[in-house]
């Protein structure tokens, strides 16, 4: 199941590879890949530069407070 930070996130890469969004907003793939398959949430930094580069801020914002209530880290 895709959830809605997974989706907001492939929206937001478009048609970017995982490695031309991480070079983008200076993560490394893993992490883009992480966030893709749902086994991993921003930082509350990382999620700062998610929102600047037009993401949904409630939708990283609820993926970052998952994070904090003990979900995918």
């Given at each position: 199941?895709t959830?809605?930070f997974?989706?907001?996130?492939?929206?937001l890469?478009?048609?970017?590879?995982q490695?031309?969004f991480a070079?983008?907003?200076s993560?490394?793939?893993a992490t883009?890949?992480?966030?893709?398959?749902?086994?991993?949430t921003?930082?509350l930094?990382?999620a700062r530069?998610?929102?600047a580069?037009?993401?949904?801020?409630?939708?990283?914002?609820?993926a970052v407070?998952?994070?904090?209530?003990?979900?995918a880290?």
């Open positions: 199941m959830s809605e997974q989706e907001e996130l492939r929206r890469r478009g048609l970017r590879s490695t031309e070079s983008a907003i993560v490394s793939r883009v890949a992480a966030w893709d398959a749902g086994r991993a921003p930082s930094a990382l530069k998610l929102v580069c037009g993401m949904d801020p409630h939708v990283v914002l609820a407070l998952s994070r904090a209530d003990g979900a880290a």
